[in-house]
């Protein structure tokens, strides 16, 4: 019997918000008990940042420097397989509820007039958007409407007082609301992804949240020390820039755990609706997020930069027909690129060649895979913030191309690589919180050599598997080259 899927993603959740992972003041009572009858990945990583370019390679299974989209409203090239396809492939219709953050390749636009032409919230490829929630929250704020709520104010204030409202008025709930409404109408063999707002900025959790966590009890973050040119920029930038008042950021903070604990409660919702009508030992669910969030850390807020806290995030899996490896955290460094070669083996079809990641069945079925990466990477590209605002000859001017940084996260330390030739190179060993700068040649080199072979082994293979041959196109034994 083809199992049920269900891909839910937290927007901007940081992988320590859970109390699965010993957090000292967060709860996630829903995402806890999904930990303990599956498989929670203890060391897993976006591979970039903000909501587009993380999500591109969630639905992709590529890395950023393959698969090119580099900021929000950067196109996906049209060329390339996506998890809602390869669902569609195998017999599903997934459904969409919220959004995926996905520009239209401009090449399919049908004149310069398509609207799809003037958003980043396109929606992905092969879903059916039962539900969906653009960065305007427009859904949203006319149900708000329909209930009486003054809506004069815009989508973003709504946001920001979601604490003045019940919870069962949140972006949340709503969102959750018309999941279960569909749900209770589906038969065997659904898909579906639930695509969360929250705990996404503006710092407000809805309604009791807005109070659960007391500011008083919340430690502060690492502190800033902004010892390289990239920290000291950023900082300067006042949208990233976290409070300087500690009252002020231990606030922000209650907030977002606030909201962690709102959303693991929707999510715990959806959980209490698969058991009731009897689908939650014939679903496949995955839970995870695009990216993280600083949270005060570095004295910064949102996600950027090289930074781990805006790049490591939950990642929970659960087949029910894979029960040796419930209650297990590997601690191996895993990707969000790992999620499409591990969707496609549980659904029964081919990896597509463009997987940058590597499937996870093993680890679900309580093994450890052989041949497994030591490191994990990320990448941010700033490109997009300077189009328009710097004199440049787009698009053949190369001054945008040093625009970026990519990183190799090992056991030991992290290596960042800046397109302008510069780099860093911290010792987690002696300082986990990323303070630590080592100028160790004997340390930098080989790590060096690890970027540039990590790059090499990952470049575009589409065709490269193939051969032509004996009246033939293909590897040998022939394989289906159109995937």
């Avoid at 937290?10 to 999904?34: I, K, Y």
């Avoid at 604990?261 to 014939?282: C, M, P, Y």
């Avoid at 679903?283 to 807020?301: N, Q």
């Avoid at 575009?460 to 196109?473: E, F, K, N, P, S």
Wanted: aromatic share 10%; proline share 7%; glycine share 8%.
């Amino acid at each position: 019997m083809r199992p049920n899927v269900l891909l839910i993603t937290l927007d901007q959740f940081r992988a320590d918000c859970l109390s699965a992972a010993e957090h000292a003041v967060v709860r996630t009572p829903h995402l806890d008990a999904l930990a303990r009858d599956g498989v929670r990945f203890a060391r897993h990583y976006s591979q970039a940042a903000p909501c587009g370019p993380g999500r591109a390679s969630l639905y992709t299974g590529m890395y950023a420097m393959n698969h090119r989209v580099v900021g929000n409203g950067s196109p996906l090239d049209r060329r390339f397989d996506n998890i809602a396809m390869l669902a569609r492939r195998a017999g599903y219709e997934p459904a969409l509820f919220g959004y995926t953050d996905q520009a239209i390749d401009p090449r399919d636009a049908t004149g310069s007039d398509d609207p799809r032409l003037f958003t980043y919230n396109g929606i992905l490829s092969g879903f059916d958007p039962i539900l969906h929630v653009p960065d305007d929250q427009g859904p949203w704020v006319e149900w708000l409407d329909s209930l009486g709520y003054d809506v004069s104010v815009g989508s973003h204030e709504l946001l920001a007082s979601e604490h003045a409202r019940p919870v069962e008025h949140s972006v949340g709930a709503f969102v959750t609301d018309t999941f279960l409404d569909w749900h209770s109408n589906q038969h065997e063999g659904w898909c579906a992804h639930i695509s969360h707002l929250r705990p996404h900025p503006p710092y407000s959790a809805a309604g009791e949240w807005s109070t659960a966590y007391d500011p008083n009890t919340i430690d502060a973050p690492i502190p800033a020390e902004p010892q390289h040119w990239f920290h000291r920029g950023v900082l300067e930038r006042t949208q990233a820039a976290a409070p300087t008042d500690p009252n002020q950021l231990a606030a922000l903070r209650a907030q977002y755990f606030g909201m962690v604990s709102h959303i693991d409660e929707q999510v715990g919702r959806v959980f209490t609706a698969l058991k009731e009508r009897g689908d939650w030992d014939n679903t496949v669910i995955i839970v995870t997020a695009d990216h993280g969030e600083m949270l005060g850390d570095h004295g910064l807020i949102e996600k950027l930069g090289y930074w781990e806290q805006s790049y490591a995030i939950p990642c929970i899996i659960r087949d029910p027909s894979r029960p040796a490896g419930y209650g297990t955290s590997p601690e191996l460094f895993t990707e969000n690129v790992d999620i499409m070669p591990t969707l496609a083996e549980l659904i029964g079809t081919d990896i597509p060649a463009q997987c940058d990641g590597r499937s996870l069945v093993a680890f679900l079925n309580g093994d450890s895979p052989n041949e497994w990466r030591a490191a994990a990477h990320w990448e941010y590209d700033w490109r997009t913030t300077l189009i328009g605002s710097v004199p440049h000859e787009w698009p053949n001017d190369r001054m945008l191309e040093r625009q970026h940084l990519a990183v190799t996260r090992t056991d030991t330390h992290a290596y960042v690589q800046f397109g302008n030739g510069d780099a860093l190179c911290f010792d987690l060993v002696a300082d986990p919180t990323w303070r630590t700068i080592t100028t160790d040649p004997a340390v930098i080199l080989p790590l060096a050599q690890e970027m540039l072979t990590w790059r090499s082994r990952h470049t575009d293979r589409l065709l490269a598997d193939l051969v032509i041959r004996d009246g033939g196109v293909g590897r040998w034994p022939p394989v289906d080259w159109q995937r």
